[in-house]
């Protein structure tokens, strides 16, 4: 029986099944719908290890204000079955207000986090409703139910479902369609949820995108051409979704035969003249170490993204962590000095690739761009991002006034020398991973040593890199110091105190390498308590911190490594009980 | 082409040579390569600032430093995939990549047989001592495997792989062996290779004067392989495979296509892949 | 040994030029691997050895009477062994090398340019082609009587001149 429901500003809930039961294509339509009615939202999928048939969860939040962190609870969870569930369990705080709504003929293998939990129940017979309609499907009547039960309207629904099916035929549609309105109908049994407010219609200027492809998105925007690529998870949507793209404005990928080649191929690439890049998450970029500290002392460009998922080793491949940290900084061969920046949000993605680019190119180094999964895997609803000014300019040289002899790596004031793309008469030269003279030439001399030492670490530290350094959000002398998908919750549980007692602001590192340490040190004045949050089992974090600023010896540390999300709450009670709840 | 109707290429060899000097043990047969690969340069009429030398490690891997071309001295065994993110993203450039049996068979082996499957137009040229020289006398992948060394003494006891072989079996578009000893022969080879399209595999011997004495020999044991360059891939494989080693010529010659991605070519703009993100 | 034909004195230019600019080529090559290798005796009279080339190049120019010489691609010269045979055989180079190796390697050069030069002289249908290239011939022969002079001045060196008790060294 149904009752009154309460109108929710967000509302997460969970889709699970297996077997080829399609729940993550009703997520996906679901997300669809749910943005073209207007409303913003953050979908993650868990899945078992199988390729196909395995368990599988799309994991919703939906709200009417944008969101970029998972919840702290789920107010739905409807399972097709019950089929390794509890392979979930983990991933799904529920409480005793939580509506979970299993498959009527699967009640015998309910788990036990369900059985002998709080939660409110409710039963369909997906099964057997399904088979009452031609080509009807049980994920179908689930994503009917679930429309009702959360005020999804009508015609959003149906649009993201045509959408979703056209190309299967008018006939898939009916049934889908058919499907939708017997989950609807059966709604009214079930307990009630909240609902979203009734949004104001299709708002202009939003955009659905994962943090992959918001990567992807961000390279091209600021001038990659040419992408070298081996496939890994969680990196591969990038390099997939990169490769159409780039026939389609000129560009070109290859794919490579391991990470070697990929990023060796891009730095051939970008040696040529054209800005380069390459994806891939940790046990990738342990094999690229090497050709990017060649990248470092030949002084070329190059962008490398990584997925940051689960280690160490092979480690978790479809999780997120923040751990790859410590060898994005430290695993070049000799003091390599170069650029590691990264995303705090999947809107982020584009700024900070596109930026990552105009760095790598204007500073002659590769940039590291750290992502992880929880980015590049979820898909949100975001506003359409600005157009800005950050692109590849490239200080190219000229041929050479009759008698002088081009230096490729003359001693500048700034450390930047002019780069010769090849094609250039009268400045050939030879890239060098081997230590060289302002010429070219090798040398093993001191007097060159420093001076090449000295000019590539110039040409980073006297750079402007303005306010982009981090976010800074909020007030009050209670500061978070975090990066990357930790910044999320860290935001969300900020809006949660401001109006309290424990007003609390943020800083979220965007560029780590160069260390910003003024800037840091100068954001940090004022702070009476400060909470150091990251994805790590070691506190790599906390170590970057502290070899670069003093932090005083009561730094208090939230340092939790993956698989499980960080969330807002946990964020929240930390800084008012000093423990996360 | 008789002698009164050649013209004179626009560069001599000389003009590709850059002005520092080789440090090369004196008998090192890479002198005379370079010496080919100059000669080859000449007769094509490339001009130096569109051909690029790249290499990974070793003593053979110094020559781009020595030409006057535009080079990559890359890391060990990875010539292959910087030259060929080289001629991808460039397609106007002549590339020309060397390395040593070892930065080209051992390390860059999985990169030799994905090269020759690859098939992008470049000219791969191994100058093979069956030795790594810069790091004092290990057995590579095509040394005997009786020859003595400090790392494994009395030998490796392993047999040399047959490198022509497996780039014909990788997909290799041209495929010749040449000798150190005969620069003019050689440099002919060179220039073949580079017109040929797709992937050229020149092996070429040169002994290593230091820890290869006994190569001396070699200038006895080549022979011109006095055969046709077949394409016919059956025809191909018995010859290689039934090869003593110092048959010279261009051995295989073959009709793939070269493989080049088109780049530059748009027909659409950002704002059209950012179109279909939006609401 | 066979293709030895060369009847027009376009050609025979073209070859007797190439002949000496490799020779002078090969030389200052081989200079510079020992001024490298710091053998700069042996360095020295390689570059002596080239200077000498080079005074050639010019006599083989005025010969031309102001005639362009026709290019041949360097794999059409009618020569064995790959290279100019007055050129020396820079894998016989030795970093130890001594004067007197330096002049065997150049004695064995200048005993093949004769040797091409009379065969083409032996064998040429052309009048002209056959007095320059006996010319040369000559010429080539009393640079072997100058060479067996000045080794007299550096005879064999003992067994152990390529000893280097040092080993190699290891740079990268």
């Not at chain 2, 780039?167 to 040449?178: C, D, Q």
């Amino acid at each position: 029986m149904t009752q009154p429901s309460g109108k929710t500003k967000s509302l997460s809930l969970v889709l699970a099944g297996s077997g080829g039961s399609g729940v993550i294509t009703a997520g996906n339509m679901l997300l669809a719908a749910a943005a073209k009615a207007g409303w913003y939202g953050l979908m993650t999928r868990s899945a078992g290890p199988q390729i196909r048939g395995g368990e599988a969860a799309a994991l919703l939040r939906l709200s009417s204000e944008p969101v970029s962190a998972q919840p702290d609870r789920y107010d739905l969870i409807i399972a097709l079955d019950w089929q390794n569930v509890q392979r979930f369990s983990d991933e799904m705080p529920i409480d005793a207000e939580t509506v979970i709504i299993g498959d009527v003929s699967a009640a015998k293998n309910t788990p036990e986090f369900v059985t002998e939990g709080p939660a409110q129940r409710g039963d369909i017979d997906f099964k057997t409703m399904s088979k009452a309609i031609k080509g009807g499907r049980p994920n179908m009547i689930a994503l009917g139910t679930i429309a009702a039960l959360i005020g999804l309207p009508d015609d959003a629904l149906d649009a993201a479902l045509v959408a979703s099916l056209s190309k299967r035929g008018e006939e898939a549609i009916a049934a889908s369609r058919a499907g939708v309105e017997a989950g609807r109908a059966i709604a009214a049994e079930m307990p009630a949820t909240p609902s979203l407010p009734a949004p104001e219609g299709e708002k202009t200027g939003r955009w659905l995108i994962s943090g992959n492809e918001a990567a992807g998105l961000g390279a091209i925007r600021g001038g990659v051409r040419f992408v070298a690529a081996y496939p890994i998870t969680p990196a591969t949507e990038i390099l997939e979704w990169m490769s159409p793209a780039l026939t389609k404005i000129g560009g070109v990928l290859v794919q490579a035969e391991d990470e070697l080649a990929s990023i060796n191929m891009a730095i051939g690439g970008s040696y040529g003249g054209v800005p380069a890049l390459t994806a891939t998450s940790g046990p990738g970029l342990a094999l690229m170490t090497e050709a990017i500290g060649l990248a470092v002392a030949s002084e070329v460009p190059v962008v490398i993204v990584d997925v940051m998922r689960g280690g160490p080793s092979t480690g978790i491949p479809t999780k997120s962590e923040q751990s790859d940290l410590n060898m994005a900084l430290y695993a070049l061969p000799g003091d390599a000095p170069h650029i590691v920046v990264a995303p705090n949000s999947i809107s982020d993605c584009i700024f900070t690739t596109q930026w990552s680019v105009h760095l790598a190119e204007a500073l002659q180094t590769p940039a590291i761009v750290l992502s992880d999964q929880a980015l590049g895997q979820a898909k949100s609803v975001i506003a359409a991002p600005a157009d800005i000014a950050f692109f590849a300019q490239r200080e190219t040289a000229v041929t050479p006034a009759e008698g002088e002899v081009y230096q490729r790596y003359a001693d500048t004031g700034s450390g930047v020398s002019p780069m010769a793309v090849p094609g250039t008469p009268g400045c050939t030269y030879t890239a060098d991973g081997l230590e060289h003279n302002p010429r070219g030439t090798p040398s093993g001399a001191a007097t060159d040593h420093n001076i090449q030492l000295d000019k590539r670490q110039r040409k980073l530290d006297s750079y402007d890199y303005g306010q982009h350094w981090a976010e800074q959000e909020g007030e009050g002398d209670t500061v978070v110091l975090t990066w990357g998908s930790c910044t999320g919750p860290v935001r969300e549980a900020l809006e949660h105190l401001a109006g309290t007692d424990h007003k609390t602001r943020m800083i979220s590192l965007r560029l780590l390498m160069p260390a910003p340490k003024e800037q840091l040190i100068k954001a940090l004045e004022g702070a009476k308590r400060l909470i150091v949050v990251e994805q790590t089992h070691s506190g790599q974090f906390m170590g970057y911190l502290r070899t670069n600023i003093d932090l005083p010896r009561d730094v208090e540390h939230y340092c939790i490594p993956g698989p499980l999300p960080i969330r807002p709450g946990d964020i929240e009670a930390l800084v008012k009980e000093g423990t996360p709840s | 082409m008789t002698a009164e109707t050649a013209t004179a290429p626009k560069h001599s060899p000389r003009d590709y040579k850059s002005d520092i000097k080789p440090v090369w043990c004196p008998g090192c047969g890479d002198y005379s390569v370079l010496g080919s690969i100059t000669k080859a340069f000449s007769e094509l009429n490339l001009d130096p600032e569109n051909v690029a030398v790249i290499s990974g490690i070793g003593c053979s891997s110094r020559i781009p430093a020595y030409t006057d071309c535009y080079g990559f001295h890359g890391v060990h065994g990875r010539s292959l995939p910087l030259a060929t993110g080289l001629k991808v993203a460039r397609p106007d450039m002549t590339v020309l990549v060397a390395s040593g049996d070892g930065d080209g068979f051992s390390i860059g082996g999985n990169h030799f047989m994905h090269a020759c499957r690859r098939n992008v137009d470049l000219t791969y040229v191994v100058m093979d001592n069956r030795v790594y020289g810069m790091t004092k006398g290990q057995a590579s992948p095509t040394t005997e495997p009786d020859w003595d060394n400090a790392l494994t003494p009395g030998g490796s006891g392993i047999s040399p792989f047959r490198p022509l072989v497996i780039a014909l079996a990788a997909g290799a578009n041209f495929i010749a062996r040449g000798f150190s000893g005969d620069q003019n022969g050689t440099a002919r080879l060179l220039k073949e290779a580079i017109e040929h399209p797709g992937f050229s595999f020149v092996q070429i011997l040169s002994p290593c004067v230091t820890f290869r004495p006994d190569q001396k020999e070699w200038k006895d044991e080549v022979h011109d392989a006095a055969v046709d360059p077949t394409d016919d891939l059956g025809r191909a494989a018995r010859r290689l495979m039934t090869d003593d080693g110092f048959n010279t010529g261009v051995l295989y010659r073959g009709q793939r296509e070269a493989y080049q991605p088109p780049i530059g070519e748009a027909s659409a703009s950002v704002s059209d892949l950012e179109g279909k993100f939006a609401l | 040994m066979s293709k030895l034909d060369i009847n027009n004195k376009g050609e025979f230019l073209a070859h007797a030029h190439a002949l000496e600019a490799e020779a002078a080529a090969q030389y200052a090559d081989l200079a510079e691997q020992m001024d490298v290798h710091n053998n700069p005796e042996v360095a020295d009279l390689f570059r002596k050895l080239a200077e000498i080339e080079g005074k050639h190049i010019g006599k083989i120019d005025d010969k031309a009477g102001g005639e362009a010489i026709p290019h041949i691609p360097p794999w059409e010269y009618k020569w064995e062994g790959g290279q100019s045979p007055e050129a020396p055989v820079e894998m016989e180079a030795h970093y130890m090398m001594t004067p007197h190796h330096a002049l065997q390697m150049a004695l064995k050069a200048e005993e093949r340019a004769a040797d091409f030069f009379q065969r083409i002289a032996d064998h040429t249908t052309d009048d002209q082609v056959r007095a320059l290239s006996a010319e040369m011939a000559e010429e080539e022969r009393e640079h072997i009587q100058w060479l067996h002079e000045w080794l007299k001045k550096y005879p064999e060196p003992d067994q152990d001149w390529d000893e280097d008790m040092d080993p190699p060294m290891l740079q990268e």
